[in-house]
C-alpha cells in the first residue's frame, strides 16, 4: 500500500491525505471495541432480572448488542464526521473517496457491512475486514468499498518545505507578473507539488507539473516561457510571491516632515 493518496477532487487537486495503515486501524478497532463490551456490560447490568423470561431476556440482550455494535460507530462517525473514540486516540478519520466529509448514509453503510460483513455475522473476528485491507491498495474493508470511503490518517509528520527561488534568468521577468489573482489553493498545491517532486515517478511528475504550470499561467496571465522547465516556472511564481507577501508585512516607517523654516522660534 503506498504511503500517499492519490486521492483527487474534482479540480484535479492532489490531497495530502494517507490512508491509514491495517495494524493501525486494528487498534483503533481494539479499542472501540473495548469501549463497546464497557458499555453493553453497563446496560445489561441495569437490565432488570426476573422482569422477563428466558426468551424475552435472550432477544432484548441480542437488541442491546446489535444497537451498541452498530449504533455507536454510526452515530460516532455521523455526528464527528468519520471519527469514533479509537480514531480519535490514534488520529484516523474516516472520509470520502473524494475526500470530502463522511454523512450519516456512508456511517450506516460502513456499520451495517461491519457488522454483517467485515466483522462480526459473517466476517470470523474480523478476518475477512483483514483480507479486504490487505490487498486494498488504500486499506479498504468491504464497508468502505460499499460506502466510497476511506480511513486516514490525521496526524501526519510534517512535510518538507521546498526551497523555492527565482533563477537568474527569470528575475525580470517574475518582477513583472501580475500575481494577485493567484488563489491561495493553487499556490499550496504548487508548493506541495515542489516539496515531492524528487518522489514523483518521470509521467507524474510531467503531468502534474504541467497541469499546474497552465492553472498558474492562466491565473498570472504568464504561461510558462519556452524552453524554461515547469519546476522553474512555478519556483519562480512561488517565490515572487513569497518575496512580495514579506516585503507587504514590514511596516513601512513614517516619514518625519522636514521642519518649516518659516516657524516662529520655539
Known amino acids: 500500500m503506498t504511503a500517499m493518496s492519490d486521492l483527487v477532487t474534482g479540480d484535479a487537486v492532489v490531497l495530502e491525505l494517507r490512508p491509514a495503515g491495517v495494524a493501525t486501524r486494528g487498534l483503533a478497532f ?17 437490565l432488570p432480572s426476573g422482569l422477563f423470561d428466558t426468551s424475552l431476556s435472550t432477544a432484548l440482550t441480542l ?57 462480526w455475522a459473517l466476517g470470523l473476528g474480523g478476518a475477512v475486514a483483514l ?20 480511513v486516514i490518517r490525521e496526524r501526519v509528520p510534517a512535510s518538507v518545505e521546498p526551497v523555492v527561488w527565482v533563477p537568474p534568468e527569470l528575475a525580470g521577468w ?15 498545491s504548487v508548493r506541495q ?15 502534474l507539473g504541467r497541469a499546474l504550470a497552465d492553472e498558474v499561467g492562466r491565473a498570472v496571465g504568464a504561461p510558462c516561457p519556452p524552453h524554461v522547465p515547469l519546476e522553474r516556472y512555478l519556483s ?31
Open 193 to 207: 507539488y515542489l516539496g515531492r517532486v524528487g518522489d514523483l515517478s518521470g509521467d507524474a511528475r510531467w503531468s
Open 63 to 119: 437488541v442491546l448488542v446489535v444497537c451498541v455494535v452498530v449504533g455507536y460507530p454510526v452515530v460516532s462517525e455521523a455526528l464527528t464526521r468519520g471519527r469514533t473514540l479509537g480514531k480519535v486516540v490514534l488520529g484516523l478519520r474516516v472520509v470520502r473517496d473524494d475526500g470530502g466529509p463522511v454523512r450519516f448514509r456512508h456511517a450506516l453503510v460502513r456499520g451495517l457491512t461491519g457488522f454483517f460483513v467485515d466483522f
Open 131 to 150: 483480507v479486504v485491507a490487505l490487498v486494498s491498495r488504500r486499506g479498504q474493508r468491504v464497508g468502505d468499498f460499499l460506502a466510497g470511503t476511506v
Open 236 to 266: 519562480a511564481v512561488l517565490a515572487e510571491r513569497r518575496a512580495r507577501q514579506s516585503r507587504a508585512a514590514v511596516p513601512v516607517a513614517p516619514v518625519a516632515a522636514p521642519d518649516n523654516p518659516f516657524a516662529p522660534p520655539a
Open 174 to 188: 517574475a518582477s513583472g507578473l501580475d500575481l494577485s489573482r493567484l488563489p491561495d489553493d493553487l499556490a499550496l
Open 30 to 46: 481494539a479499542l472501540d471495541v473495548l469501549l463497546q463490551v464497557v458499555v453493553l456490560a453497563v446496560l445489561l447490568l441495569l
